[in-house]
């Protein structure tokens, strides 16, 4: 079964930098674009980066483009979001994304937080 599991979260300075992991397995990975998104309480599910199957085309919300890069390892079945220049309106759920056979998968989420 298509499972994906994010870690990499955790409690950084304004300003700072993270990078996010997500591992996927259960699927053929390279054949499908992934996704970043974000959730903050009581908000909608926001897209933060997507990611071409191949890695080739990216692209990225226009609140964290210039500050985040989204990368993948079809080696290691792995997608990345890597977070630089932090700001504390980034605190919020990052959940790893893979749309297939038109269902959306999703991990369990990690949660970020921006504060001084």
């Known amino acids: 079964q298509v499972q994906l599991v994010e870690s990499g979260g955790g409690l950084v300075q304004p300003g700072g930098s993270l990078t996010l992991s997500c591992a996927a397995s259960?699927?053929?990975?390279?054949?499908?674009?992934m996704r970043w998104y974000r959730q903050v309480p009581g908000k909608e599910r926001e897209l933060v980066a997507r990611i071409s199957s191949a890695g080739t085309i990216t692209n990225y919300a226009d609140s964290v483009k210039g500050r985040f890069t989204i990368s993948r390892d079809n080696a290691k079945n792995t997608v990345y979001l890597r977070m630089n220049s932090l700001k504390p309106e980034d605190t919020a759920v990052y959940y790893c994304?893979?749309?297939?056979?038109?269902?959306?998968?999703w991990g369990q989420g990690t949660q970020v937080t921006v504060s001084s």
């Open positions: 259960g699927f053929t990975f390279s054949s499908y674009a």
């Open positions: 994304n893979a749309y297939i056979s038109s269902y959306n998968y």
